[in-house]
């Protein structure tokens, strides 16, 4: 039976949006933060392949939330040492640097089950292998010392016994060391240039030759300064359609649990993004403690910051900000126009932030301000207070093209978890206070129960657009929802005797 969920009374929905933002735009001083959406949720347990059993997810202790109609399961956990980021090779498998393992692995699926059949040692002997990406048939591995081109010997094989060093970052000067040795790239295959990333030695330290996003030519040659003040750029991508480079950053310690936001932006030809004086939009750090050493501030230090472009997005704090890719062509599943990103999780922040995995909706390919930054899936921390509950930590990510979405876990439950999107259209109608109930549709028809005789009932996107409007009579209404397009509504009933208001969310 479909629950029938009472709208709740006079503008609770409403109000619960608009608190929101204004909130977050007061956190700290007027740093104006990304609204927060909190989209229905349900916890639903991971389902475990007997091959995979060893593993010991509890179905009650190791449960995760997910957008309601998802389901989540393992699909890889054997030979995982710190797995990190992922990406697709030859015959849509799966890779992932395996970075304590000192290799990289494939992860076929040939039978399409949804788990990997077997697990391949790809390519080995790297040191600290962060990143894979692929250009048809060549993998890159980005490591501390080097960026690696590697190709087979053996085309009908998985295995890469091939390779060349095309960026030696050992010759480099302060290129080795420090707190930051995870190195991140892009590949453009349009412009013909690599980007790679290189974190910072310090937390917050006068430092040359660190905290920058470098730009080569496919040679490995050419190298120059593309952005600097990027702290630790972890996530970094091209977005698909625009081509334009995006990345997000690790920001500073000890200014507090809320200071700096982690910004997600455009990396501009040039652009300064603050370390190690200012975060956001040209404010300064408090020069104290750990900062002090930063004094003093010159007039060229000022310029710079002064230089600094608003952010695409800030979010919580010390979250730890890795993966980022934007939604392909044709996703679907209420997730065009946006981004996933996946936050590894705080370790000196109290309560904790991050350990989940949010999703940044854009009003178009050319938006360049998020509107939203909301949960897709959180549970790595069962009290959300209590840092020694976490038993996984998120880190990479992987798209594919029938709308499922891959997250690797480098810490505590090691795994590569699977999410499958729902198989029909689905929706949520919540009322603020009754989190648990919700009322499922079907065939395109989004079910309301009207109190009185009759109301007005309205139905806007987050944007504000209204997509449905009509009076309509009292008792269990259907509507119509197939010129709908996915993603979260806001519903909102008025009669002369009240105004009520709840939120859905359309997954096709």
């Keep these: 039976m479909i629950n029938k969920p009472p709208f709740r009374s006079v503008l609770c929905g409403i109000c619960f949006i608009l608190t929101c933002v204004g909130l977050s735009a007061q956190e700290p001083g007027t740093i104006p933060w990304t609204p927060k959406i909190n989209p229905p949720m349900e916890r639903v347990s991971i389902s475990v392949p007997t091959r995979f059993s060893s593993l010991g997810l509890d179905p009650v202790a190791n449960g995760v939330s997910v957008p309601v109609g998802w389901k989540v399961s393992v699909f890889a956990a054997t030979g995982l040492n710190k797995a990190r980021f992922m990406a697709w090779g030859p015959d849509s498998t799966l890779f992932v640097a395996n970075m304590n393992g000192n290799n990289v692995l494939a992860l076929p699926d040939r039978d399409k089950d949804g788990i990997a059949d077997t697990v391949i040692v790809a390519a080995r002997g790297f040191s600290y292998g962060h990143d ?174 002064r230089s600094m472009s608003p952010p695409a997005a800030l979010v ?32 000196n922040r109290t309560p904790p932030s991050g350990a989940k995995v949010v999703f940044l909706r854009f009003d178009s390919d050319i938006d360049t301000i998020a509107n939203s930054v909301e949960d897709f899936c959180t549970g790595f921390i069962r009290d959300t207070n209590n840092q020694a509950t976490r038993w996984a930590r998120p880190v990479g990510l992987a798209l594919a093209a029938d709308g499922s979405v891959y997250l690797s876990l480098d810490e505590g439950k090691q795994c590569i978890l699977k999410f499958t999107p729902p198989t029909k259209p689905t929706s949520v109608l919540e009322n603020e206070g009754m989190r648990r109930d919700f009322a499922r549709w079907a065939d395109e028809r989004l079910r309301l129960w009207i109190s009185g005789e009759n109301a007005n009932v309205t139905v806007s996107d987050i944007s504000g657009r209204v997509v449905y409007s009509a009076t309509l009579a009292g008792g269990e209404q259907l509507i119509d929802t197939s010129s709908w397009p996915a993603g979260i509504f806001l519903v909102r009933t008025q009669s002369d005797a009240s105004v009520s208001s709840a939120t859905i969310h359309l997954a096709r």
């Design 316 to 347: 919580d704090a010390h979250c730890a900000p890795m993966a980022l890719e934007f939604t392909p062509s044709g996703f679907g599943n209420g997730y065009e126009n946006g981004l996933f990103m996946v936050m590894r999780g705080s370790w």
């Design 132 to 305: 894979v990406r692929f250009v048809r048939d060549t993998m890159y591995v980005a490591q501390e010392a080097s960026l690696v081109r590697l190709w087979r010997s053996n085309p009908q094989s998985l295995i890469y016994d091939q390779r060349l060093t095309i960026i030696d970052k050992a010759a480099q000067g302060n290129q080795m060391g420090g707190n930051h040795r995870t190195r991140t790239v892009v590949l453009d295959t349009n412009k013909g240039k690599i980007y790679f990333s290189v974190g910072s030695r310090g937390n917050a330290d006068r430092e040359s030759e660190r905290a920058l996003i470098e730009e080569y030519d496919y040679s490995g040659t050419g190298r120059r300064v593309f952005a600097s003040g990027a702290r630790n750029s972890v996530g970094m991508t091209l977005h698909p359609r625009t081509g334009k480079l995006w990345a997000n950053n690790n920001g500073s310690d000890l200014q507090g649990n809320n200071i700096p936001p982690e910004w997600i932006d455009i990396v501009r030809d040039g652009g300064f993004y603050g370390y190690p004086y200012a975060y956001h939009h040209q404010r300064f750090f408090s020069f104290g403690g750990d900062y002090a050493d930063l004094l003093p501030i010159t007039s060229a230090d000022s310029a710079r910051v």
